[in-house]
């Protein structure tokens, strides 16, 4: 099971960075629900693996084994934030995508001419030096 | 136990939803109880502050009266109240500036999303367990989101899409640091972890050394620490001003975070850990305050340029953080202060400059009503960020190179910071000498039609003449600030020398949260001897086996987390 689990996470993860790393939001959005996903696996596994067991103790007081409770409260808590956070997210770019008819993460050069825009006044940019923008 | 410590976590908590839901139709009545709540807000943080000082202990506050490694605790020390009192005392001048300049009615239900803001942020400094730190980050940063892109517009979608993306990749970061931290340690709990990862061994803690670089990496994305500094110029720059002079203080959550952490926690004399994030601290702050400089130097809109300059300034910052010493924390603390205010009145003055000028390019425009009395402000405000002399800047870059002696960093530190000064304040003259003094050398034509660039949709429809006293009063009260902290300096100095020296004294906050006598309620005293051992009873129960009272703890836990993610 641990092989399992651990490739389980390793591919979510790698297909995540992947995605995360497409210049376009519909594909960096899948790329970061599973890496939240991935998160949340490893956050489960954090409290080790076992099976069958309950996250209580017995009542009785005998030594029983049981399955540690706290990450499953974490993962409740970070599934919760996570569904959150996914829907802002696409919200935010639908309205991204809606003010700019493209869906590309990369905000424009200044550079270029966007379409649609009228760049009047130019005058002033000659004089200052070039590249003090990240464009990430 | 002192109930006014969870005060500044409950109030916008509760005065959010009833902002957003109640008063969602009447700007006026949200401006009132948004402004009410923010000075409410601001005489509870003063008594923190009071109460933080009167005695060497940090406070305590368990909810639900759960005892500390099992509940969840908030602890309020000198640091945390410092901040809590910086974060409302900066959000009150910003508030009051949103309100007069009528940003806050450009689009919806700004007020509430303050409030939840604030919740995030006081949260975030007066928590005592990592769990609950993430807990705050994320809703400091889903009511960031939402004023990242309060009013709207192509371009600011375009950036909140980015911070979004970046920050959520941040969370995800600080979900697997924090599973890694628990796998190893079994517990969340600051002054829990403090103690169990300073008894690791140094041939066993190659885990706890991953998280502490993971939990590292996550607050400096936070901190805007190079290499991962990239998102603040077009996020800040894109942004509504006042928001971007709101999240002077987001930076410094990161800061604060990495302070907490790594010094309490992964401090420099704990085996496991011991000097990783001064190793790697060190070099990015010298980087990032290169960044910042020749950022501020290469900025053609006015706006990058002051974020330019708060990256500077965030480098500076932790490259006194990363000695991890009393003496230079003492500094730190005492720029940190000065650098919020700084960098807050620099976006408030460049507000009211822009939304007089055409569009933000820094050219020159025909001059703007009142041109000399913004000239001196922006003047003032660019003094304070870049550390010129008459105000705190100054004092507060003096106060970092003192404490940087050590012949090793000395050289590199003193180096870094000087030079980027002088090319921040080259930057900085030229950017006010074009915006101001090469305008008043045109003659002032009609003004070409409207709509060039992108601040057409943003600027007022037909901006004030004269500007009014309520508009410049929040930029004048924060470089008021400045000059207040560089004449009260000494006093200034005194208190954060204290709470540098509380931050190091590792075993009074344990004692406190943990051994203290208070954590023990006679119903629960059976559980102190044991709670060193549960880590590893998952799989054969023999810590916790016998007794009934360990399992309320993890119904805590469950209903805890889960109670204060509804505040959302």
Same mark, same amino acid.
């Given at each position: 099971m641990e092989i399992l689990v651990a490739s389980a996470i390793g591919v979510l993860t790698a297909a995540g960075v992947y995605l995360v790393l497409r210049l376009r939001a519909f594909p960096v959005i899948l790329g970061l629900a599973l890496l939240s996903y991935a998160a949340n696996v490893f956050l489960f596994a954090s409290g080790r693996l076992t099976s069958n067991m309950p996250p209580i103790l017995d009542k009785s007081g005998a030594e029983v084994a049981y399955t540690d409770p706290? /990450?499953?409260a974490l993962v409740l808590t970070a599934i919760v934030i996570s569904f959150g956070m996914t829907a802002v997210l696409v919200i935010v770019s639908l309205g991204a995508f809606l003010e700019r008819e493209s869906d590309e993460i990369n905000l424009p050069r200044e550079d270029?001419?966007? /379409?649609?825009?009228?760049?009047?006044?130019?005058?002033g940019d000659d004089t200052s030096k070039a590249g003090g923008e990240t464009s990430v | 136990m002192n109930h006014w410590i969870i005060a500044p976590v409950i109030l916008p908590a509760l005065l959010a939803?009833?902002?957003g839901f109640v008063m969602r139709h009447d700007i006026r009545l949200a401006?009132?109880?948004s402004v009410a709540g923010t000075l409410a807000l601001i005489a509870i943080a003063i008594g923190l502050t009071l109460l933080a000082a009167s005695g060497p202990d940090p406070h305590v506050y368990r909810l639900g009266d759960w005892p500390a490694p099992f509940g969840i605790v908030l602890v309020l020390d000198r640091l945390s109240a410092l901040m809590v009192l910086l974060t409302v005392g900066l959000a009150f001048f910003v508030l009051i500036h949103a309100i007069a300049t009528g940003w806050d009615a450009r689009g919806r239900h700004f007020h509430a999303l303050f409030q939840f803001q604030l919740m995030g942020l006081t949260g975030a400094f007066l928590t005592g367990d990592v769990f609950n730190l993430f807990v705050f980050f994320e809703i400091l940063l889903?009511?960031?989101?939402?004023?990242?892109?309060?009013?709207?517009?192509?371009?600011?979608?375009?950036?909140?899409?980015?911070?979004?993306v970046i920050n959520l990749a941040g969370s995800t970061l600080f979900l697997f640091a924090l599973g890694t931290l628990y796998a190893t340690t079994g517990t969340l709990n600051m002054a829990d972890l403090a103690e169990r990862v300073s008894a690791i061994d140094l041939e066993e803690a190659g885990l706890v050394r991953v998280a502490a670089m993971l939990l590292m990496i996550v607050f400096a994305v936070k901190a805007a620490l190079f290499p991962v500094q990239f998102w603040l110029p077009a996020t800040y720059a894109n942004a509504p001003a006042p928001v971007a002079a709101l999240f002077a203080i987001m930076t410094k959550v990161g800061a604060y975070a990495i302070l907490r952490v790594h010094t309490l926690i992964f401090g420099p004399d704990v085996p496991a850990t011991g000097g990783i994030a001064e190793d790697w601290l060190f070099p990015a702050a010298i980087v990032t305050i290169a960044v910042g400089a020749m950022g501020v130097l290469g900025a053609r809109r006015l706006l990058p340029l002051i974020s330019f300059s708060v990256i500077g300034s965030m480098g500076t910052l932790m490259l006194a953080i990363a000695a991890f010493s009393p003496e230079a924390t003492t500094a730190a603390l005492y720029y940190m202060i000065h650098s919020t205010f700084a960098a807050a009145a620099l976006f408030l003055v460049a507000d009211l400059v822009l939304s007089r000028r055409e569009n933000e390019r820094?050219?020159?425009?025909?001059p703007i009503t009142g041109n000399g009395f913004f000239a001196a402000l922006f003047f003032a405000a660019a003094i304070g960020m870049v550390g010129m002399p008459p105000l705190s800047g100054f004092l507060g870059k003096l106060l970092v190179l003192d404490a940087l002696r050590a012949p090793d960093e000395m050289?590199?530190?003193?180096?870094?910071i000087l030079a980027g000064s002088l090319v921040t304040i080259v930057g900085f003259a030229r950017a006010g000498s074009t915006l101001f003094w090469k305008s008043t050398a045109l003659v002032t034509q009609p003004r070409p039609e409207e709509g060039a660039g992108r601040d057409a949709a943003d600027a007022a429809p037909t901006p004030p003449d004269q500007p009014r006293v309520i508009e410049v009063a929040p930029a004048m009260g924060a470089i008021a600030l400045l000059a207040l902290l560089a004449i009260f300096a000494g006093p200034v100095t005194g208190y954060v020398a204290q709470t540098s020296a509380q931050l190091f004294d590792r075993a009074s906050y344990v004692d406190t949260v943990l051994h203290s006598d208070a954590n023990l309620p006679e119903n629960t005293k059976d559980l102190s001897g044991e709670s060193n051992g549960y880590d590893e009873a998952d799989a054969d129960g023999d810590a916790m086996g016998d007794d009934e009272t360990a399992i309320p703890d993890t119904g805590d836990q469950n209903t805890g987390e889960p109670a204060i993610e509804g505040g959302e």
């Open positions: 706290l /990450p499953q270029d001419p966007e /379409p649609g825009e009228d760049t009047g006044d130019d005058t | 939803p009833v902002i401006r009132t109880a889903i009511a960031s989101y939402g004023m990242m892109i309060h009013g709207g517009g192509r371009e600011r979608m375009q950036a909140g899409l980015q911070y979004v820094l050219n020159a425009q025909p050289a590199w530190a003193w180096t870094a």
